[in-house]
């Protein structure tokens, strides 16, 4: 989408347009080279941002820069610690905390409270698309959101095939278009098969997650697990050890990981 909003306007971007990521501290080293790399092969300045705790809500929100990035968590241990409960798939509060909100936030002190937002859905995922616009109609969206690939029709295949066209791309595994590692390590969202097969090959993932889970917090119902229809973390994480699996049918890809997109 980028790449083709950049080609539109001859290569350069009109001066009230700003690219922006929002880094949660959970994203593999992987998607962080990735965006580095679009900015600089691209010649276009990509807005690094992360939430940071702060008492005014509409400071809420920091600057950094591919070097000084959180990389451990930090973002999202803080937003957590703050709340005293843990997200989940019905109160998914981290994608609107750590990525929504962290640019609304920065957007308002530059001016651009109220700009539209240009966002990645194509056409063949109308479903998000359809979210968004309902929660406009409530007036439950800070800005209006344009989704120029669902205009021009771009699928996955046209996705796909554009990445095998360039260069450079984001160097983690596709298993037939879905990215495992893709958003969050392993994010909440992601099933227990995905979760599990990460653990088996990247086992130094599972900490952050185990651990957030052993704090316990209990201020809200369900807080104290990312999920109650399945087991915790830690639990995964010795079923993997123990060559033991869990199967938990249809049940568990009811959440699309859609991080960016609000709950």
Known sequence: MLYRILQSHGGTLP???????ANTGKEMPQTLDFVRDCGERWGVEILWLE???HDEPKQRWRRVTYDTASRQGEPFKAMVDFKQYLPN?????????????????????????????????????????????AREEKGGD????????????????????????????????NVGGVTPYGNCDMCFLKSAAQISGMMRDRPE???WWIEAEAEARASK??????RQDRPSYAALFRAVQDQD???????????????????
């Open 51 to 53: 939430y940071a705790h």
């Open 89 to 133: 798939p019905v109160t998914r509060f981290c994608t609107q905390e750590l990525k929504i909100n962290a640019i609304h936030r920065w957007a308002g002190t530059v001016g651009m409270g109220d700009a539209d937002r240009v966002i990645g859905f194509r056409a063949d995922e109308p479903r998000r698309l359809a979210r968004i616009r």
């Open 245 to 263: 699996a869990f199967d938990f049918g249809d049940a568990d890809e009811l959440n699309d990981c859609f991080c960016g997109e609000p709950s």
């Open 205 to 207: 993932l599972a900490t």
């Open 221 to 226: 119902p369900s807080g104290a697990l990312f």
């Open 15 to 21: 001066d009230d347009v700003r690219v922006t990521f």
């Open 142 to 173: 800070p800005w209006w959101v344009a989704a120029p690939m669902v205009e021009a029709g771009i699928t996955k295949a046209d996705v796909m095939a554009f990445w095998g066209a360039q260069n450079f791309d984001l160097r983690l595994p």
